[in-house]
């Protein structure tokens, strides 16, 4: 027969992996799909690189992870109100939303890139984009460089999801967009972008913030060390580089820029 403690703390191990499997971890991603970072299938379930890398990072905190889909403008709040526990949905880190949620070390970076029709000549500053309707993600980092650099001449149109900026560019309803140069080289290999071509890069701004990082409460401290450990294991044995080398051509590690 078992010692008595031996069968206690065989009982605890159950107990909390049963607790674990009960109350799975909360990823909150936006319900609108932000290729190739987030990539809704046919049959309802989600890919791409943030989704395949947080389920990695969820299986080295041995952790039950579930996809929770949430609006974009109102994922913070859905963090901070509890209906999901954690953010990873290429939010940059930034001191204004340091201030309501903390975040887990940068797990990627990337620049930011103006996109426009193909062959019109285009002069990326506020002077030479005066009187041009620009398009930015709303409630993102590129929508505040615009509003604080380009918002005194420009009409800058502000959209819900990347998908409606993307056919308004198309339409020519907007002049240019702003998104992440990742999801521009993403469009604009597609047959959407055939007409589009990139007009640059955005400088770098202390606005785009040191990249993008896990979004938590602040009170969850153990989970962020948590998931900033397990990030930094990702990367360091290697499952960060497989993971990134299957949807993109450059590296995005926050080391590598």
């Known amino acids: 027969m078992k010692p008595l ?17 009960a109350n799975p971890l909360r990823i909150g991603i936006a319900a609108e799909p932000y290729p190739p970072f987030t990539i809704k299938q046919s049959n309802g379930q989600w890919s791409g690189f943030e989704v395949e890398l947080v389920r990695k990072l969820c299986q080295r905190l041995k952790q039950n992870c579930q996809i929770t889909e949430v609006s974009w403008d109102g994922i913070i709040p859905a963090l901070n109100s509890k209906k999901i526990d954690v ?26 890139e103006f996109v426009g029709p193909r062959g019109q000549k285009t002069v990326l500053s ?21 509003k604080k650099y380009y918002g005194a001449g420009s009409a800058i ?6 998908d409606e900026l993307n056919a308004d560019l198309v339409a020519g309803r907007v002049d240019l967009m702003l998104l992440d140069a ?12 055939a007409g589009l071509e990139s007009k640059g890069l955005a400088p770098k701004d202390p606005l785009f ?28 044995d290697g499952s960060f ?12 590690s926050p080391d590598a820029k």
């Open 5 to 21: 403690r031996t069968l206690i703390a065989a009982f605890a191990v159950l107990c909390c992996a049963a607790a674990a499997a």
């Open 87 to 112: 953010i990873f949905n290429s939010m940059s880190i930034t001191p204004e939303r340091e201030k309501v949620i903390a975040f887990s070390l940068p797990y990627y970076y990337t620049a930011s």
């Open 126 to 146: 506020p002077a030479g984009l005066k009187g041009k309707t620009l398009g930015v993600q709303s409630a993102t980092t590129n929508a505040n460089f615009l």
């Open 157 to 162: 149109r502000y959209y819900n999801t990347q």
């Open 182 to 193: 990742l999801a521009a080289s993403d469009f604009l290999g597609g047959k959407d972008g």
């Open 209 to 236: 913030g040191p990249g993008i990082g896990a979004g938590l409460r602040k009170a969850d401290t153990a989970l962020k060390q948590q998931f900033d450990q397990a990030i930094l294991q990702l990367r360091a």
């Open 241 to 252: 580089d497989a993971i990134q080398k299957k949807y993109f051509k450059v590296n995005i």
